[in-house]
């Protein structure tokens, strides 16, 4: 069945994906087919759906259940070529009349349910975002309008795999509990979406400024986690934002949200290009991590063959192999994060207090910036104060 999305991709590096649509497309589809039925009793094996995107949809409608005061069914969710834990699960609603006046939309089993201030929708709400929601009651109200029903209409959406599925994501995480979050803004999921994964940074921030907190520590991803829970225990791991390789974009958010200060916590693999001023630390945006070696070992006073044998090796690794061979290693280490401090302090214009401690998966403890101890000091404080 052709759900209008057949010849709809992006590019990325070179490669054609194909797009697919959000849970949120699959609720509001679904919540569409099961009240019609419920309002017509005709039975409705597809729905056209437009997204907020502008573009529409043609949903199959699966798993029809048609009782005496309810009716409910299912889309299933096609991510397209984007790599969605959700792909393929089954998105149902319910949808039955009721005697309150207006449309009310809640989450069922597999749903999660937010249990932390912080997120789009507050304590105690079924984690169905605001657009979803739009969605929802837009679409139910439309068949409303075509029967002339002004009575009451109850949704409530609902993910079987969901509790499981929910396991795998940041749900537990952010303090959504029970199952799966009804996403999208635009209806429609562009694959590996960067705006999607900065999103995500967003809201982990959020959910830690709406808990109080003003110091932030972030790491670029799990080797920065393990480190923290493994070699700097006296700070709070759990709580630690991932910010994958989008370092610039987390210091402008932590600006504009007003935060004081930021701790990284990095693999020198990652955080040596900050040493260049490079934000984004995606090796398809740029490398640079021998030369930033090299000519740091340099400026400390390195000769051009060291520089040389740093320049041809293939991974951080391999140059602190040959740093630890010469006078040089310490100089260097303190010569690169004295630029990360500079770099980090020069993006944000010295609004917010910033520092990085930098380590190797081989060597450990490598070096910390100029302010990494106050830092350090201020999350451990707070850390101590939470328990």
């Known amino acids: 069945m052709k759900t209008g999305l057949e010849?709809?991709?992006v590019i990325k590096n070179n490669k054609k994906l194909r797009l697919g649509y959000t849970t949120g497309s699959c609720a509001a589809g679904a919540a569409k087919a099961a009240a019609n039925m419920l309002l017509t009793g005709e039975c409705v094996d597809q729905v056209n759906l437009l997204t907020p995107k502008g573009m529409e949809l043609c949903l199959q409608i699966l798993d029809m259940k048609k009782e005496e005061q309810q009716v409910s069914c299912a889309v299933r969710k096609d991510g397209g070529d984007d790599p969605d834990m959700t792909n393929q699960m089954l998105i149902y609603a319910t949808v039955r009349k009721c005697p309150e006046p207006g449309i009310s939309i809640d989450g069922g089993f597999g749903v999660g349910r937010v249990t932390r201030p912080g997120l789009e929708q507050p304590v105690g709400n079924a984690?169905?975002?605001?657009?979803?929601?739009?969605?929802?009651?837009?679409?139910?109200?439309?068949?409303?309008?075509k029967v002339g029903y002004n009575g009451g209409i109850s949704v409530v959406i609902s993910a079987p795999e969901g509790e499981k599925?929910?396991?795998k994501t940041f749900n537990p995480r952010l303090g959504i509990v029970g199952g799966i979050s009804i996403l999208g803004t635009s209806g429609i999921v562009e694959p590996m979406s960067e705006a999607a994964l900065i999103r995500s940074i967003e809201i982990e921030m959020d959910m830690q400024i709406a808990q109080g907190a003003e110091y932030l520590l972030v790491t670029p991803g799990n080797y920065g986690r393990d480190y923290l829970k493994e070699s700097m225990q006296q700070l709070p791991f759990e709580h630690s934002i991932k910010c994958s390789n989008y370092v610039g974009e987390t210091l402008d958010m932590a600006v504009a949200k007003g935060v004081k200060g930021i701790l990284f916590v990095s693999h020198i693999g990652?955080?040596?290009?900050?040493?260049?001023?490079?934000?984004?630390?995606h090796s398809h945006q740029a490398d640079a991590r021998m030369e930033v070696l090299a000519s740091n070992a340099i400026r400390v006073g390195a000769d051009l063959e060291t520089a040389r044998k740093i320049l041809d090796g293939e991974t951080t690794d391999e140059a602190l192999?040959?740093?630890?061979?010469?006078?040089?290693?310490?100089q260097t280490m303190q010569e690169t994060v004295r630029r990360i401090q500079y770099y980090l302090d020069h993006h944000t214009y010295g609004k917010l207090m910033t520092g990085a401690v930098i380590f190797s998966n081989t060597y450990g403890f490598l070096a910390q910036t100029e302010s990494s101890e106050k830092l350090i000091e201020i999350l451990m404080q707070k850390n101590k104060n939470d328990r």
Not at 127 to 145: D, G, L, S
Not at 270 to 279: N, T
Not at 321 to 330: A, C, G, V, Y
């Open 7 to 9: 010849d709809c991709y």
């Open 127 to 145: 984690a169905i975002n605001r657009v979803p929601r739009e969605m929802i009651e837009r679409a139910v109200r439309k068949e409303c309008e």
């Open 321 to 330: 192999e040959i740093l630890k061979s010469t006078p040089w290693f310490e």
């Open 165 to 167: 599925i929910a396991q």
């Open 270 to 281: 990652k955080f040596v290009k900050v040493a260049a001023g490079i934000m984004n630390t």
